[in-house]
T-cell receptor, first 112, second 118 residues
Framework: QKEVEQNSGPLSVPEGAIASLNCTYS??????FFWYRQYSGKSPELIMF????GDKEDGRFTAQLNKASQYVSLLIRDSQPSDSATYLC????????????FGTGTKLQVIP | GAVVSQHPSRVICKSGTSVKIECRSL??????MFWYRQFPKKSLMLMAT?????????EQGVEKDKFLINHASLTLSTLTVTSAHPEDSSFYIC??????????????FGNGTRLTVT
């Protein structure tokens, strides 16, 4: 079974610090990886996606991908209380309908 | 761009009744839509892949006769929960991908439907 693993947390960081969220995936055929943020009771919203090895930066967010290690991470710089949410890592398969499998999410708490 | 609209946002129904949830891609065409289900404090579980003009593809363990999916046009997919029971109470979320965005295009989600079966 194709899986995406995340530490459920909660991960607590002080305001202004860097939050580091990690994810591993089992399907080596996965081609694209996504980070979604989900507030309680709401639908996921896309933060970033990455498909090449290395780093990808967008504002305060940096996604990192290491396909050899099957590892994806998200760094949030200058964390704000509004960043407090559950962060879902997702992997997209390369075949068929390119299904997307989600991890269980990491709950992030940014302490003011 | 790439907006997905889902309706209704909340529905309460009695056991044994059926509920229809609509998912529309507002500014793009979606030949494929994905229906997810999420229980409290759990992750999103893919239920089925909805294909325009053909039968849906259901994930293992999902009853196709209970969760009827129709994808009649390039912008509309519907999920009908038939003969709903309290254990069907959950958060249902549809999503679609705008392939114009490229091979690595992300899923765009609707706002979800909170179903409560009493």
């Amino acid at each position: 079974q194709k899986e995406v693993e995340q530490n459920s947390g909660p991960l607590s960081v002080p305001e202004g610090a860097i939050a580091s969220l990690n994810c591993t995936y089992s399907d080596r055929g996965s081609q694209s990886f996504f980070w979604y943020r989900q507030y309680s009771g709401k639908s996921p919203e896309l933060i970033m996606f990455i498909y090449s090895n290395g780093d990808k930066e967008d504002g305060r967010f940096t996604a990192q991908l290491n396909k050899a290690s099957q590892y994806v991470s998200l760094l949030i710089r200058d964390s704000q209380p509004s960043d407090s949410a559950t962060y879902l890592c997702a992997a997209q398969s390369s075949g068929g309908y390119q299904k997307v499998t989600f991890g269980t999410g990491t709950k992030l708490q940014v302490i003011p | 761009g790439a907006v997905v609209s889902q309706h209704p946002s909340r529905v309460i129904c009695k056991s044994g009744t059926s509920v229809k949830i609509e998912c529309r891609s507002l500014d793009f065409q979606a030949t494929t839509m994905f229906w997810y289900r999420q229980f409290p404090k759990k992750s999103l579980m893919l239920m089925a892949t909805s294909n325009e003009g053909s039968k849906a593809t259901y994930e293992q363990g999902v009853e196709k006769d209970k969760f009827l999916i129709n994808h009649a046009s390039l912008t509309l997919s519907t999920l009908t929960v038939t003969s709903a029971h309290p254990e069907d109470s959950s958060f249902y979320i549809c999503s679609a991908r705008d392939f114009v965005e490229g091979q690595h295009s992300p899923l765009h989600f609707g706002n979800g439907t909170r179903l409560t079966v009493t």
